[in-house]
């Protein structure tokens, strides 16, 4: 397989499709190298339209929703990040290259490892991953700039949007399959949120969040 061929592909007939245009964006997805966050069973499928499998029942987001996420929140050099989530440690790259700094929070101890040592591999070091669940283990270093789950929930954790600064923004994919919606809450300040819904994709679901009752009275 050419690499860079594929690379290239994915960018142009993944990604640009998806109206993700911001050039910083689309040059950070072609320097930071996919395939070494990929797990080596599944190397082969790091530039391919699908979620890639981790184990532990954890998976990578397909590239067109990590890149169109990382240009809707519009991350600033200055800002500090949380990502519930952190998988193979590719979104936490790529939010680290945009960010001051990044915390991500892994509850899988295997996959937090894992990842420590991609980005390490990758040259990256404003990004800490810390072993904890992200829908509970809420000790961390807040408020935040920006934070995104990097999987669905059935709704957004109120507890982690009162993490967020004034005029921070939570990235997530809500919903029940076979409906799921980006989710961007933006807290403005006063204290209030606004929250919009602009795009529709599917994502694998993130561990220890509760899901919604099926049953009503």
């Known amino acids: ?24 964006v689309l040059q950070l ?7 070494d966050f990929c797990p080596l069973a599944h190397k082969a499928l790091a530039f391919v339209d699908m979620d890639i499998p981790l184990g532990h029942g954890a998976s990578m987001l397909s590239p067109k929703v990590e890149a169109r996420f990382l240009q809707d929140l519009g991350v600033h050099k200055h800002e ?16 680290a290259h945009r960010a001051q700094r990044v915390i991500s929070l ?8 894992s ?21 509970k283990d809420l000790s961390v270093d807040g408020p935040f700039d920006v934070i ?32 799921m919606r980006a989710t961007f809450v933006t807290k403005v300040q006063d204290g209030s949120t606004q929250t919009i819904q602009p795009w529709d ?3 694998p679901r993130l561990q220890g969040f509760a899901e919604d009752s099926k049953f009503s009275f």
Not at 7 to 17: A, D, L, S, V, Y
Not at 80 to 92: C, H, P, R
Not at 106 to 113: C, D, H, K, N
Not at 115 to 135: F, P, T, Y
């Open 1 to 24: 397989m050419n690499i860079e061929q594929a690379r290239f592909n994915m960018i142009e007939q993944q990604i640009r499709p998806w109206d993700v245009l911001d050039t910083h």
């Open 201 to 203: 994709t599917i994502a």
């Open 29 to 35: 997805l072609a320097t930071v190298k996919r395939e």
């Open 80 to 95: 500090k990040v949380l990502e519930i989530g952190t998988g193979s440690g590719y979104m936490a790259a790529l939010l």
């Open 106 to 113: 892994e509850i899988v101890p295997e996959l937090a490892q």
């Open 115 to 135: 990842a420590r040592a991609n980005l390490q591999k990758a040259g990256i070091h404003n990004c800490e991953v810390r072993v904890a669940d992200g829908s």
């Open 148 to 179: 995104v789950l990097s999987g669905s929930v059935a709704h957004v954790p109120a507890q982690l949007v009162a993490l967020l600064k004034p005029g921070g923004r939570l990235a997530a994919v809500v919903g029940q399959e076979p409906v």
